[in-house]
Structures are given as structure tokens and as C-alpha cells.
């Protein structure tokens, strides 16, 4: 978990790009993600997938990298209203 008042990484994925990255996250919003989370976990919509790590210079697979993939309608709610934008105008 970063410090008090900064995101890291995995809080800028589970809630969005806040418009200034250096601002607290609003009150109770890691809580509530938590919270859908366990839920997820429980009710198994969670999914595993695999990525190759690739050795660039022979172009060989390394390894894998194991990644839980969670598809969380309410965030894509949220991102979807967050990103629209209204109809276009045009100039004049």
C-alpha cells in the first residue's frame, strides 16, 4: 500500500486516472473497491491468464507471468461516464 494520500499503480488501475495523480483518494473509495473485490473472488469472477516473458535478443519465452484479470461492471460504469464526452461541435 503507498503512503497516505498517494496511489500507487494498482489503485490508479482499480479506480482510474485521477486528474492529479499527487491528490488523496476520495474517502472510502479503497474500502469500497475492497469490498468489491472479495466479492468478486468469492463469486469466481476473477480469471487467471498467462502472459510469456520474452528474451528480447533470442526472441525466446523466459517464463510466464501470471495475471488475474477482474472485470468489474461497476468501475466500467464509472469509466465509461468518466470518459464521455459530449457531441462534438463544430467550430464557427
Known amino acids: ?17 485521477p486528474d492529479d495523480p499527487h491528490d488523496p483518494l476520495p474517502p ?5 473497491v475492497e469490498r468489491r473485490l472479495r466479492v468478486a473472488l468469492a463469486s469466481g469472477r476473477l480469471r487467471l491468464h498467462f502472459q510469456p ?22 468501475a466500467r460504469r464509472r469509466a465509461a461516464r468518466a470518459c464521455s464526452c459530449g457531441s462534438p461541435r463544430r467550430p464557427g
Not at 3 to 14: K, N, P, S, V, Y
Not at 53 to 74: I, M, N
Request: negative net charge; contains cysteine.
Open 53 to 74: 516473458v520474452v528474451f528480447l535478443p533470442s526472441g525466446r519465452t523466459a517464463g510466464y507471468e501470471a495475471l488475474c484479470r477482474w472485470h468489474d461492471d461497476e
Open 28 to 32: 472510502g473509495m479503497l474500502q469500497r
Open 1 to 17: 500500500m503507498a503512503e497516505q494520500g498517494r496511489h500507487t499503480a494498482g489503485d490508479i488501475a482499480l479506480v482510474g486516472v
